[in-house]
């Protein structure tokens, strides 16, 4: 269950990273067609930038509260399911175990434990497998959206500031 979490913890992150996209990229075009009305010679109002800023909180404040509920709610889920992984393990009749406090440092808990419970059983890795494999899929996805927000940022003033020149 622990490493299942992890999984469930990228989701969230996905999810989080599509509902910031929009509000993220509709203030960069927003800014941009501020900058291209500047450039005319057209005079700005100073709270201009501060306006479109605070159109677009709503929606960036929602996606991050959303994001951070879950991902409390997924690290309090992981805490339990540690401690209950826990105690079945000695109910099982494991002499030695991974403490479940480690699950306070979220991958950590399903590898050490798939370390111990292997050099014990012989088996019982694919816990550890499933969290490397989740961590990984995380900074992908982390690194992925990321460049790909920054390439559709320039884009938009790319294709905004065309029309000035």
């Avoid at 999810?15 to 910031?20: G, H, K, Q, Y």
């Avoid at 992981?78 to 406090?101: E, M, S, T």
């Avoid at 699950?103 to 590898?111: A, C, E, Q």
């Avoid at 390439?151 to 020149?165: E, K, V």
Wanted: proline share 4%.
């Amino acid at each position: 269950m622990s490493a299942w979490t992890t999984v469930a913890a990228v989701a969230v992150s996905a999810v989080t990273m599509w509902l910031m996209t929009g509000p993220m990229l509709t203030y960069v075009r927003h800014v941009v067609e501020l900058s291209s009305v500047a450039a005319t010679g057209t005079r700005v109002p100073p709270g201009a930038v501060f306006g479109i800023m605070f159109d677009m909180m709503p929606g960036i404040l929602t996606a991050s509260m959303v994001g951070t509920i879950l991902g409390w709610a997924l690290y309090a889920l992981a805490i339990v399911a540690g401690y209950r992984d826990y105690v079945q393990l000695g109910r099982l009749g494991y002499p030695k175990r991974f403490h479940w406090a480690w699950s306070f440092l979220s991958p950590v808990y399903p590898i050490g434990r798939a370390v111990v419970v292997r050099r014990q059983a012989g088996s019982g890795s694919a816990t550890m497998w499933i969290a490397l494999g989740a961590t990984a899929a995380s900074l992908l996805l982390s690194f992925g959206w990321s460049f790909w927000l920054m390439f559709a940022m320039f884009d938009a003033m790319r294709a905004g500031l065309g029309t000035i020149a």
